[in-house]
């Protein structure tokens, strides 16, 4: 069974830092792009940063600088180190990828992991 699995979500203070992690797990050939998305309560999900198979990366305006994507190929499993949080990070975060399979190809998405950015 191919799945996304992230962990690392908790409770940070303002000024903070967390790091969430996803692994892909399952009979997969190749991974291309992975990135992170996040919804805030009554707000629609957007799009915090994304990697490529090859590296590039992309970030929100209001996370540059901030928050560094990165990914480890052998472990197909993508990170977000998330520096200098304040309560507008407050959100649920989620995972997701394109991966390949022998005969397959499609985009998954993680289950969500809870970020909460309070004193």
């Known amino acids: 069974q191919v799945q996304l699995v992230e962990s690392g979500g908790g409770l940070v203070q303002p000024g903070g830092s967390l790091r969430l992690s996803c692994a892909a797990s399952?009979?997969?050939?190749?991974?291309?792009?992975m990135g992170w998305y996040r919804q805030a309560p009554g707000q629609e999900g957007a799009l915090v940063a994304a990697i490529t198979s090859g590296g590039s990366t992309n970030y929100a305006h209001s996370v540059k600088g901030r928050f560094t994507i990165s990914r480890d190929n052998a472990k197909n499993t993508v990170y977000l180190q998330m520096n200098s949080l304040n309560p507008e990070d407050t959100a649920v975060y989620y995972c997701n990828a394109d991966l390949y399979g022998s005969t397959w190809s499609r985009t998954y998405w993680g289950q969500g992991t809870q970020v909460t950015v309070s004193s």
């Open positions: 399952g009979s997969i050939f190749s991974i291309n792009a």
